[in-house]
């Protein structure tokens, strides 16, 4: 939104913020938004610094939790690229990559419990496929 306002825009907006009738409610809430989106994007480097390497380009990081990200990135692997998705479970990298998303959330989620070894069974059962099967 910001990108897209300018300088000009933004100047505007706060000008004409300061004679709106709740002024400081608005900046509190400006700036909470502000704090919120910061922390975030600190959090996101942290995570994105265990996984960055000569052959990976960062696309974008997904925080799940306090103890769970998932970061996106293009990997090259030989001579083409591929797009992986690296878990972080805990603080800490766990060198696994997945090829989609939902992979790399399920195993996020079973490392966590410590379950990892029995994670196709507890798939299994969590989407109850045996009943999509018989219906």
Sequence with gaps: MLKEMGFDGIKKFFDELEDAPNSK?????????LLHSQRIRLA???????????HRRILETT???????I???????????ETLYYPVVNGVYVKES?????????FCLCKKYGQELHAPAMIYNMLR???????
């Excluded at 996101?44 to 000569?54: M, Y």
């Excluded at 925080?63 to 990200?69: E, H, N, R, V």
């Excluded at 496929?129 to 219906?135: A, C, T, Y």
């Design 44 to 54: 996101e480097t942290e995570v994105e610094r265990k996984i960055e390497s000569d």
């Design 63 to 69: 925080i799940i939790s306090d103890t769970m990200a």
């Design 129 to 135: 496929m045996d009943l999509k099967n018989e219906q």
């Design 25 to 33: 409610f608005q900046k509190v809430q400006l700036y909470g938004m």
């Design 98 to 106: 997945f090829i989609s998303f939902d992979e790399a959330l399920v």
């Design 71 to 81: 970061v996106e990135a293009e990997t090259k692997i030989n001579k083409g690229t």
